[in-house]
C-alpha cells in the first residue's frame, strides 16, 4: 500500500484553486523528493499528509486558525485535504472493506477526506474549529473507523530532531513501539519462567524479566535493604494487628509493554573505547541511528510504510548524507526484496540532492508541484542519465534558486556575477544561482525546468549563455583559416547567421528558459568591443604575465604588469584601430592561450569591482546587448545607486590574486 495523491485546498499556502494554487500532487510509490527554496509549500505538504493520515508516533496533531488559508485580510472559513491510497493487499482490504472505494479500473482505493470548518470568536466565546474524516472521493462515504486509522499511520522525523531523546527509555518511548510491532515479538508477553526451577532460562522477554528479578531479589544486598527498611522503618508506621512490608522490583508490572519501555538504543563507542563504557556520540550518527530504526518497523509491519522525513541532512556533514540518501533509496526501490518503504523527504540540501536521480524529485515553487519525473519535464531519457553521472552540489543548488544563470565555463561563473553585482542586479539579493555546466552539458541542463504538455509553466527564470562561435574576420590575422568550413562572418549571408543563432536557441529554449547567444564572438571579446575594452586589455595582460610566471604574481609584480598595460593601452588607442580590431587585438592572447580565460576573468572581476571602470546603470548600458538581456531576465533593475557588499568585495579581491 502507497499514497498514490495528496490534494489539499485552503490549508496554508495552498489556496482555492482560483486566486491561489491548492495542492494537487501525485506521488511515486517509492521514493520522492521535495526540493525549492524556503516558505514555497514543502513543510505544508508534509503537514498536510499528517493532518489527514496521522503519525505512528501518536503525537497530537491538531489544525489551528493559521492553517486556513488567508488572501490579503481574508481567511478561508474552509478547508479541506484529501489522501489516497492504493495497492492495498488483500489482507489490508479485508481489513477496511466498508471504507473502500471501487475505482472505474476496477481496482479498489481507500480515500480519506478531511473537512474543517473555521468559527471565528464571537463576544466571549472562543474560536473553534470543527473537523470530520470521512472515506470516499469528496469525502461522500462512511467516517473514519478505528481499523482505518491503525492502517495508515504515516511515521514522521521532524526537523532537528532529538534523535538521542527519541530512543531513550520511557513510557511510550518511540523504541517500545518499534520493539513491540516487529514481526519477531509474537509470542513474548508469555511469563515461561518457573519458579520450582529457578536455574532454568526462560525463552521469552516477560519470562526473562521475571527470572531476573527473582534472582536479583535473592541476592544479599538486595534482600539487606528490604530488610533495613521493612524492620527498622515502614514497620514503625504499622498499627496495632497490621502489618507493612515493601519488596524491591525492577518491573512491578510483569507484562510485555512496560518491559519494552525500559529498553533503550544508542550507538557503541568507537574503537578506542571500551564497548561496555558509555559514552556520547554526535548528533550526526544518532539521527542516522534513528532512521534506521524507523526502517525496521516500516519493513515489517503489515501497516502503510510511508516515511515523512524533514530535512534529513540535519547534522550531517555530506559524506553522511550521501550514505543516508543511498540507504533510502535502497529501501524506497521497486526491486527490494523486503517490504517496499515509501519515502518522502524535504531538503535544502544540494549535497543530498546531487546523489539523488532527478526523476524522484518534485520541486515546489510559489505553492505549485513540479514533478521532474520523465514525460514531466522536456528531458530525454538520455537527459536523465547524463544528469545522473554529473550534476554534483555546485549544480545541483539550481533546484533551490530563484533565478539560475548557465554557463560553459569558469570564466563567465567568475566574472558574470561581479558584474551584476556593480550593475546593481546582485545575483545574491536575487537568489539568482550560477551554473557552469561545462562545455558539453548546456541543453541537458536547460531542459530541467521545462514543462512537458500544456500545464504551468515553472515560475522560474533561466537563463543559458552561449557564444555564437562565428568567428568575426578582423580576427583571420591569427585564427586559422579551415579548409572548406564556414567559420567566419564573411563565410555566411546575415540570413545564415541569424538561422545558426536561432538553431542555438531553439534546442534550449521554452517557458521561463532563454538563451542568450553573445553578439559577435565570445564574452571577452563582445565585452572589449561594446565599452570595457581598456578593462579587458588590462585584465588579459596581467593573465599574460601570470601565465608567463606559472605562478601567483607579487603585489609590486601587480602594479609594474598594470602600469605598463595603461602605456600600453594609450598607444592601442592612439592607433586608428576600428572598434573590432581593437577588440580583436585584446582577445587575441586568449585565442592563443598565451592566457587563462579564468585567470582573466579574476583580474576582469577585480577591476569591475574596483568601480573605476563604471558601475550601476552606466556599466550595465555599456554591457554587450545579450548580457543585458540575460541579466534583465534574471534580475529586478536597481532603484538606487549599488553598493560592493565586504563579502562580494572579499572574495573577488581573493580571486584576484589567485593565478592558477
Known amino acids: 500500500m502507497c499514497l498514490k495523491h495528496i490534494w489539499a485546498r485552503n490549508y496554508r499556502v495552498f489556496g482555492d484553486g482560483k486566486t491561489a494554487s491548492e495542492l494537487d500532487w501525485e506521488l511515486n510509490p517509492g521514493l520522492n523528493i521535495l526540493v525549492g527554496e524556503n516558505d514555497a509549500g514543502k513543510t505544508a505538504i508534509v ?112 526537523p532537528l530532531r532529538d534523535a538521542e531523546a527519541e530512543l531513550r527509555p520511557g513510557r511510550q518511548s518511540r523504541l517500545s513501539q518499534i520493539l513491540g510491532a516487529h514481526s519477531n515479538i509474537a509470542g513474548q508477553e508469555v511469563n515461561d519462567f518457573d519458579k520450582t526451577s529457578p536455574k532454568n532460562i526462560p525463552a521469552n522477554l516477560v519470562g526473562l524479566m521475571a527470572f531476573s528479578q527473582y534472582h536479583l531479589g535473592e541476592h544479599e544486598v538486595i534482600k539487606g535493604v528490604e530488610k533495613d527498611i521493612n524492620d527498622n522503618f515502614l514497620g514503625q508506621f504499622a498499627f496495632s494487628g497490621e502489618e507493612l512490608q515493601s519488596r524491591i522490583r525492577i518491573a512491578p508490572d510483569l507484562s510485555l509493554t512496560p518491559i519494552l519501555e525500559k529498553f533503550e538504543l544508542s550507538l557503541l563507542p568507537g574503537a578506542h573505547i571500551h564497548p561496555d563504557e558509555r559514552c556520547a556520540r554526535g548528533l550526526g550518527y544518532n539521527n542516522a541511528l534513528f532512521m534506521a530504526t524507523e526502517l525496521v518497523l516500516l519493513r515489517g509491519g503489515e501497516e502503510l510504510a510511508l516515511l515523512l522525513v524533514e530535512e534529513p541532512e540535519a547534522h550531517l556533514h555530506p559524506q553522511l548524507q550521501d550514505r543516508v540518501m543511498d540507504l533510502l533509496k535502497e529501501h524506497s526501490n521497486e526491486k527490494q526484496k523486503e517490504k517496499r518503504v515509501q519515502v518522502i523527504i524535504t531538503t535544502h540540501s544540494p549535497s543530498l540532492v546531487s546523489t539523488a536521480n532527478i526523476e524522484d524529485m518534485t520541486l515546489v515553487n510559489k505553492a505549485q508541484t513540479f514533478p521532474l519525473a520523465v514525460g514531466k519535464t522536456k528531458l530525454q531519457r538520455t537527459d536523465y542519465s547524463f544528469l545522473r553521472r554529473f550534476i554534483d552540489a555546485t549544480k545541483a543548488n539550481l533546484f533551490f534558486a530563484r533565478g539560475i544563470m548557465m554557463v560553459e565555463g569558469p570564466a563567465e561563473a567568475i566574472l558574470i556575477p561581479t558584474i551584476a553585482e556593480m550593475c546593481g542586479r546582485s545575483f545574491s539579493k536575487n537568489g539568482v544561482s550560477m551554473v557552469n555546466v561545462g562545455s558539453t552539458g548546456l541543453y541537458h541542463y536547460a531542459r530541467i525546468l521545462q514543462r512537458e504538455g500544456t500545464g504551468s509553466d ?11 562561435d562565428i568567428v568575426p574576420d578582423v580576427a583571420k590575422t591569427y585564427v586559422a583559416i579551415p579548409k572548406e568550413k564556414k567559420r567566419f562572418d564573411s563565410d555566411y549571408s546575415t540570413q545564415e547567421i541569424e538561422e545558426v543563432v536561432q538553431r542555438k536557441k531553439a534546442r534550449a529554449e521554452g517557458g521561463k528558459t532563454i538563451v542568450c547567444v553573445s553578439d559577435r564572438w565570445t564574452l571577452e571579446f563582445d565585452l572589449a568591443l561594446h565599452g570595457c575594452a581598456k578593462l579587458m586589455h588590462l585584465a588579459i595582460t596581467l593573465a599574460v604575465k601570470a601565465k608567463s610566471r606559472q605562478e601567483r604574481l607579487t603585489e609590486e609584480d601587480e602594479k609594474e604588469t598594470l602600469a605598463n598595460a595603461k602605456s600600453a593601452w594609450a598607444s592601442l588607442e592612439s592607433a586608428g584601430h576600428t572598434k573590432e580590431e581593437l577588440a580583436a587585438i ?75
Open 586 to 660: 585584446i582577445y587575441q592572447p586568449l585565442y592563443l592561450k598565451t592566457a587563462s580565460k579564468a585567470i582573466a576573468a579574476e583580474y576582469a572581476a577585480h577591476l569591475f569591482c574596483s568601480g573605476k571602470y563604471g558601475k550601476g546603470e552606466d556599466l550595465f548600458n555599456a554591457l554587450p546587448p545579450y548580457l543585458q538581456t540575460a541579466l534583465s531576465h534574471l534580475t529586478i533593475a536597481p532603484t538606487a545607486k549599488p553598493t560592493v557588499t565586504a563579502e562580494s568585495a572579499a572574495a573577488v579581491s581573493e580571486c584576484a590574486s589567485t593565478t592558477g
Open 47 to 158: 503537514d498536510a499528509i499528517r493532518q489527514i493520515l496521522l503519525t505512528t508516533s501518536y503525537e497530537p496533531v491538531r489544525l489551528f486558525e493559521q492553517d486556513f488559508h488567508i488572501d490579503g485580510n481574508v481567511r478561508a472559513q474552509t478547508l479541506s485535504i484529501q489522501a489516497t491510497l492504493c495497492g492495498l493487499s488483500e489482507d489490508q482490504e479485508a481489513s477496511v472493506l466498508e471504507w473502500l472505494t471501487l475505482g472505474t479500473d476496477g481496482k479498489c482505493s481507500l480515500i480519506l477526506h478531511l473537512e474543517a470548518r473555521y468559527l471565528p470568536p464571537k463576544a466571549t466565546k472562543r474560536a473553534r474549529i470543527d473537523t470530520i474524516v470521512r472515506t470516499g472521493a469528496a469525502g461522500a462515504g462512511p467516517e473514519v473507523g478505528y481499523a482505518v486509522r491503525e492502517l495508515v499511520r504515516a511515521t514522521y522525523l521532524k
Open 458 to 468: 515553472i515560475p522560474i527564470p533561466v537563463v543559458c549563455l552561449t557564444d555564437r
